[in-house]
Every structure is written in C-alpha cells, then in structure tokens.
C-alpha cells in the first residue's frame, strides 16, 4: 500500500509562509492524484489543493486559490504545499491523500501535519 507522511507544519504569524511536504512510499506507480485537504477544529475536512500525478498539472479550492503552490517531486514522491500570506482561519489540520486510477475515492491518507496561525 502507498504510504504517506506529511511535515512542515507548525505555528506561525499572519502574514507568514508555510511550505508543507508529502513523501510517499510504497507502490508510487499506481498514484494517479494526490492531494491536501485540511480539517479545522468543529469542521467538516476541506479540499485545498490537488495535482494529477503523471502530468503535474494542480486544481485548487476557491478559498486558497492565489494563495498556494501545489507541485511534485517525481524523483522524490514528494508531494509539497506552499502557502503564502496565511491567516488565523487556515489554522487546521492537514493531510496529504492518493489515489490510484480509476478510484473515485482518495484511498490513502497521511496523519496530517498540524498549522496554526496567530493572529
């Protein structure tokens, strides 16, 4: 199974930048998406932000949009977030999550990386 880990997160000021990394291990050849959604505290999780995983090419959520980078590491399996001009309300959980072709589903998940941004 594809396995994921996140880091990079941490506490930081409004206003601040954050670069969160994704590595995956495992059977990486059957990734097709990967992708970052975030979980607030008293919130549904949220999708941010995606890329196909063959072609690079990102989406991203309304709300963040302008505001993040999505790209990948083909050599490394890595997976990063870069998030600028961040605000108390971006504070959540984040995980990283993959699927394969043909899944409609993201069946693997990391443990998420915790952001908090003060205000």
């Known amino acids: 199974q594809v396995q994921l880990v996140e880091s990079g997160g941490g506490l930081v000021q409004t206003g601040a930048s954050l670069r969160l990394s994704c590595a995956a291990s495992g059977p990486t050849s059957s990734i097709y998406r990967m992708a970052w959604f975030r979980q607030a505290p008293g919130k549904e999780r949220e999708f941010v932000a995606g890329?196909?995983?063959?072609?690079?090419?990102?989406f991203y959520a309304d709300s963040v949009k302008g505001r993040c980078t999505v790209s990948r590491d083909r050599v490394t399996n890595t997976v990063l977030l870069q998030i600028d001009s961040l605000k108390p309300e971006d504070t959540a959980v984040y995980s990283c999550?993959?699927?394969?072709?043909?899944?409609?589903?993201?069946?693997?998940w990391g443990q998420g990386t915790q952001v908090t941004v003060s205000s």
């Open positions: 999550a993959a699927s394969e072709a043909g899944a409609g589903a993201f069946d693997y």
């Open positions: 890329l196909n995983w063959s072609r690079g090419s990102p």
